[in-house]
């Protein structure tokens, strides 16, 4: 097996650019575990520890820019308090040791409809910045995801980075597993609220062939927040409302049944993750944070 081992950006995009079948390494908790079972036997592998720009973050005309290498434990520690979706996703991920190694970058780069960093990803419109040699372009995030296991990057490009706006308003995600602690997901979902643009953004995880939007959902209950004046009065949102709409999360969703849970199940436990996400959001304080007003009293 070859080994490359770049220390820069620019040298791991030439390495990708002459052996672009060569497998990317970053956390190694999904490439490893593949590699041990014999799931994979690649015939080169580019380590991209090295590369220092992976593992930076900052703001770029309004959004965060956020690289490829950061970790999960620094999307805690270092975001949590600007992604506070992707945050909670993040803790619920395997364990310490597998947060400390894990990256977003490598979440994406698997693309497994399971992977917990999805459906925030998607409730917030994120894009992912691809690389080769020949240039940089950035992909809406609902247009990465082509298959279970499958994306929409080319042989020779790289994951560079992800771009996501700091929350404008609440955020949400809970996840359904087989025990508490350093599991798959049986199914998940991730909602943020936008009050100034009067938006609602969902993510579904582990319930269809790729993580999805529930567009519907989102298109009702906006619906419903402007007919009823909600995002001003800041009421609550009627029970009738709230059930249709984790009904049209659940009908979003293109569940199978797997040895994790049937597709009934999934639907089920999504309708009643999607209310749940929404009362929660609609009721903390954060869900007043207007972009560009004073924060705090
Ligand atoms: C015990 C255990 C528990 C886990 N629990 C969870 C969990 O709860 N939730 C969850 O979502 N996942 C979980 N995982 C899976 C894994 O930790 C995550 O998918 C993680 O985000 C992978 O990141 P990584 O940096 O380790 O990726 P790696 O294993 O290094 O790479 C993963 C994939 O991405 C590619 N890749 C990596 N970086 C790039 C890049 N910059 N450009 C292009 N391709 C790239 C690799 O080639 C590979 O295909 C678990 C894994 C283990 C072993």
């Not at 990465?144 to 994951?159: S, V």
Request: hydrophobic content about 40%; proline content about 7%.
């Amino acid at each position: 097996m070859e080994f490359f081992q770049p220390s820069s950006w620019s040298e791991a995009l030439e390495v990708k650019a002459d052996h672009p079948e060569a497998t990317p390494i970053a956390g190694g908790t999904d490439v490893m575990v593949e590699l041990n079972l014999d799931h994979r036997r690649p015939a080169s592998i580019v380590d991209l520890t090295r590369v220092r720009e992976l593992t930076e973050w900052g703001m770029e005309d309004g959004r965060l820019r956020i690289g490829a290498g950061v970790t999960y434990t620094r999307v805690i520690d270092e975001l949590g308090d600007r992604l506070p979706g992707l945050a909670m996703a993040s803790r619920t991920v395997g364990s310490p040791q597998i947060r400390n190694r894990g990256t977003v970058g490598g979440n994406l780069g698997t693309s497994s409809p399971a992977g917990d960093a999805h459906p925030p990803l998607l409730a917030s419109d994120a894009q992912v910045e691809v690389a080769s040699k020949a240039g940089t372009r950035r992909i809406p995030i609902r247009e990465f995801f082509t298959g279970p296991k499958k994306n929409a990057m080319q042989q020779d490009e790289l994951i560079a980075a992800f771009l996501v706006e700091p929350a404008p308003g609440a955020q949400q995600f809970s996840k359904v597993g087989t025990r508490n602690a350093m599991v798959i997901a049986v199914c998940s979902f991730a909602l943020a609220l936008d009050p100034a643009r009067r938006r609602v953004g969902t993510g579904i995880g582990s319930a269809g062939p790729t993580p999805l939007r529930a567009s519907e959902a989102e298109q009702f209950i906006e619906g419903v927040l402007d007919e009823e004046n909600l995002w001003d009065r800041r009421t609550p949102v009627s029970e009738s409302a709230l059930a249709r709409f984790g009904q049209l999360v659940a009908m979003a969703a293109r569940p199978i049944d797997d040895v994790r849970g049937t597709a009934a199940y999934r639907r089920h436990a999504l309708a009643v993750l999607a209310r749940r996400c929404f009362v929660w959001a609609w009721s903390s304080p954060s869900v007043g944070r207007w972009r560009g007003a004073p924060e705090g009293p």
